[in-house]
């Protein structure tokens, strides 16, 4: 480390510094100059200028003894770079596993994370139907049991029996007309029809035709209906009921399209 001071005597501004002894081998041997000025910004420079050049002479230095060393000791350097070469390959291929390490566990981060979501989204599938087949039950269960409060409250319309109908035949098949309360809704016409059914089961085949309980509808009840026009008959006839035990039965709650078919 280099200095630079003023002598109080002239003024000037001097120089020192410590190299390497070359005798003694350490850094021991002091220089000094005059720099040649009172001007302390000029002596920085002048001092700069110096440093440069004194550790240059320490660098070269260095490398002459180097050198120097090379050249007396081959195998000792050859020994010694060759650890340095080990060193560094062992240390290289330290590194090396430590990142392959490194690689392995990320990989098995990300395949633990995406085994983790698959998981979750199975698991959340399986949920998702499990409350699927849950609300379908229930949705199932209170669909069932509006069906049978809607029976329950079905009530069987006022009813005539007009006249009965049987037709000789080998297939024991019988016809019903029927009058009833023009107000009644086709479920309770419906019902209406199976009880009757029910009740003539002598009847392997029959026929049941509802028409309303007003002068147009008995008079349709007794085939009387020449008379009466198209659109009344459309309005008094309510309902026809089919069964056979080949086809089961059938039901029309609008059978205007029938007249005349019977």
């Not at 440093?51 to 007396?72: F, H, P, R």
């Not at 060759?82 to 981060?109: A, G, H, P, S, W």
């Not at 395949?111 to 409350?131: F, G, H, R, V």
Request: proline content about 2%; aromatic content about 12%.
């Amino acid at each position: 480390m280099s200095s630079i001071y003023r002598k109080g005597r002239d003024g000037y501004f001097y120089y020192q510094t410590y190299v390497v002894n070359h005798k003694s081998g350490k850094k021991d041997k002091r220089i000094f100059h005059s720099l040649g000025t009172k001007d302390r910004n000029v002596a920085e420079q002048k001092q700069k200028q110096l440093d440069l050049k004194y550790d240059k002479e320490v660098y070269e230095s260095v490398v002459k003894k180097i050198s120097a060393y090379c050249i007396n000791n081959p195998k000792r350097v050859l020994g010694i770079s060759l650890i340095i070469i080990l060193l560094t390959y062992f240390n290289l291929n330290d590194e090396k596993k430590r990142i392959d390490n490194d690689l392995v566990i990320e990989k098995q981060k990300t395949s633990l994370i995406k085994n983790s979501y698959k998981n979750k989204t199975i698991n959340d599938s399986l949920n998702n139907l499990k409350k699927l087949k849950n609300d379908t039950i229930i949705n199932l269960k209170m669909s069932l049991d509006k069906q049978v409060i809607e029976d329950e409250i079905v009530k069987i319309p006022t009813y005539d029996i007009i006249r009965i109908e049987k037709i000789s035949n080998p297939f024991n098949q019988g016809k019903l007309f029927v009058t009833a309360d023009s107000m009644a809704n086709e479920k309770s016409l419906h019902y209406l029809c199976k009880i009757l059914r029910d009740k003539y089961r002598n009847f392997e085949y029959i026929d049941i035709f509802i028409y309303s309980s007003d002068n147009n509808g008995y008079e349709m009840a007794n085939g009387n209906d020449m008379s009466i026009s198209s659109e009344k008959k459309k309005k008094s006839w309510l309902a026809m009921f089919s069964y056979n035990p080949v086809e089961g039965e059938i039901f029309n709650g609008n059978p205007g399209g029938y007249l005349g078919a019977y």
